[in-house]
């Protein structure tokens, strides 16, 4: 059975459209998302357009600001501080990857703990690591709400997360293990890996190759959560890191793609940017 990520998204974006009308009412403005893009990536584009598209339906300020590929550090950081300073802007997102010149280290570290509404922030990362107050990186945050809303249990269950990166794969090993899950990170170059994801009641896939992970790594009646968004190299379709056809049929739940992880991503990324504004209050 197909685990709906555009219908949950949908029912997050309603109550923090609800929240954003007493914002309004409380506090006189509604809350304000700033996200800047840098350079032309198509699907840097999308992915910006969505998030725009998103903040306007519940209700937020929002503003898009592109830089050109040869924008210098220099001159994103300057960006990136005067939005820092801005009272009225509450969240500030720097749509990734950044150009090559561009060092990804020191723009994550320039955006303000508080208005880091991805929370890819040391300090944000550190919160999450040591359980200290913390914005949640979204698309882990996504998951964790998308299992949760189809009261998949997480105690005592082996979970298998492929992939490491700071986005995706280590916060979610994380959360994961913070609901005593029983957690393997692994990679695409885990040895015998299909045997290791077959393991898992709990598989994430997060590798970023178009149907990496066949039915091979799959344990009939598990829950596999495909964080992957690829287009196939012959017909240009969306698909993610599973196989969906050959893995359907035995799963319990899976996130189909597109309509799974990617719209609760952006969900939580509105609910991070309702948070960053309450904390001011
Ligand atoms: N690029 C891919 N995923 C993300 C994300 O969650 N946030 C940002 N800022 N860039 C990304």
């Known amino acids: 059975m197909n685990i709906d990520g555009k219908a949950l998204a949908k029912a997050t974006k309603e109550n923090v459209a609800a929240k954003v009308r007493e914002c309004v009412e409380k506090y006189g403005r509604a809350p304000h998302l700033a996200v800047i893009l840098v350079g032309e990536d198509p699907a840097s584009q999308t992915y910006v357009r969505s998030k725009g598209k998103d903040a306007e339906q519940v209700g937020f300020r929002s503003t898009t600001i592109r830089m050109p590929e ?8 300057a960006e990136i501080s005067r939005l820092n300073a801005d009272t009225e802007v509450d969240g500030v997102l720097v749509q990734l990857p950044v150009p090559r010149h ?9 955006i303000s703990a508080e208005k880091d509404v991805d929370g890819f922030h040391p300090s944000n990362v550190a919160g999450l690591w040591q359980k200290r107050p ?16 189809n009261n998949v249990e997480l105690e005592g269950k082996k ?16 959360m994961l293990l913070d609901r005593n899950a029983t957690v393997t990170i692994a990679h695409s170059r885990t040895k015998n890996l299909p045997e290791v994801a077959a393991q898992a009641d709990i598989l994430v896939v997060a590798v970023g190759r178009p149907r990496f992970a066949g039915k091979d790594f799959v344990k009939p009646g598990a829950v596999v959560i495909d964080v992957g968004i690829n287009r ?12 969906y056809d050959e893995v359907a049929p035995i799963a319990s739940l899976i996130t189909p793609v597109p309509g799974g992880v990617g719209p609760m991503t952006r969900a939580c990324l509105m609910e991070n940017t309702l948070e960053c504004f309450l904390a001011k209050f």
Not at 159 to 174: Q, T, W
Request: proline share 7%; glycine share 8%.
């Open 134 to 149: 913390h914005v949640a990186p979204c698309t882990p945050k996504g998951i964790m709400k998308m299992l949760d809303d």
């Open 70 to 77: 040869s924008t210098s550090e220099e001159e994103l950081l």
């Open 102 to 110: 561009i060092d990804e280290n020191r723009v994550i570290e320039a």
């Open 232 to 243: 196939d190299p012959e017909t240009g379709k969306l698909v993610g890191d599973v196989d």
């Open 159 to 174: 979970a298998v997360v492929i992939g490491r990166s700071n986005i995706v794969g280590l916060p979610m090993a994380k």
